[in-house]
């Protein structure tokens, strides 16, 4: 049977690092990348960018806010008032979930140390369910992107598309990352609860034995 310390010391570790590399992807721009590689071109740096949740960089130096809660809806056109809507949700789920994270820290510290089986139950399923915001954000946000480059495409003309190259960056990896941690840590929460179950069954014959 494995033993019930190195899993919650597992546990503690893997909650660890989803919150901090949820937290990375939060504060990084390296979400949404476009490279602009057009020939005989001079200034064709300038015509990229890169992106994340909160701002957009666009060449060297030019940066710009994403104002998705203060946007004039009114002068917004039906599809980028859609995307606006999925950019809203994308940077509220993200967020609530890193905050739930400092809740789940809390909470499977105490469970481990009560070794209760219903509050290590408790804790897995906390962290699953920052998992499920997670992955809600995360999925989300690349409904949004795709759409937001269709769009694109739309206003570009076709003989550019070639040399414009776009993918996501590693800041969305980290927020994959993240998630998949999220879900490691319930699990093992899951496992240590499933642990002291049994330890408990197991002491409670021993004392009828012992009668």
């Not at 949820?22 to 990084?28: F, K």
């Not at 469970?111 to 089986?117: E, F, K, T, V």
């Amino acid at each position: 049977m494995m033993r019930y310390g190195s899993v919650i010391v597992a546990a503690g570790c893997t909650a660890v690092l989803s919150f901090c590399l949820l937290a990375v992807a939060i504060g990084t721009d390296y979400w949404y990348i476009i490279d602009v590689n057009k020939p005989n071109h001079t200034g064709s740096d300038d015509l990229s960018s890169h992106s994340g949740l909160w701002r957009i960089y666009e060449g060297a130096n030019s940066s710009s806010v994403i104002l998705s809660f203060t946007a004039n809806m009114s002068s917004l056109s039906e599809v980028e008032r859609h995307l606006l809507g999925l950019h809203k949700v994308v940077v509220i789920l993200l967020p609530l979930s890193l905050v739930l994270l400092v809740f789940g820290w809390i909470f499977g510290l105490v469970s481990s140390l009560a070794r209760s089986p219903k509050l290590l139950t408790g804790s897995a399923t906390h962290f699953l369910l920052c998992s499920f915001f997670t992955l809600c954000g995360v999925s989300i946000y690349i409904k949004y992107s795709n759409q937001a480059m269709d769009e694109f495409q739309k206003i570009v003309s076709p003989g550019n598309l070639p040399y414009v190259d776009v993918s996501f960056g590693w800041s969305l990896a980290m927020a994959w990352l993240s998630y998949s941690l999220e879900v490691a840590t319930g699990l093992l929460l899951m496992l240590a609860a499933a642990i002291t179950h049994m330890k408990g069954r197991y002491d409670s014959g021993v004392a009828i034995a012992m009668l």
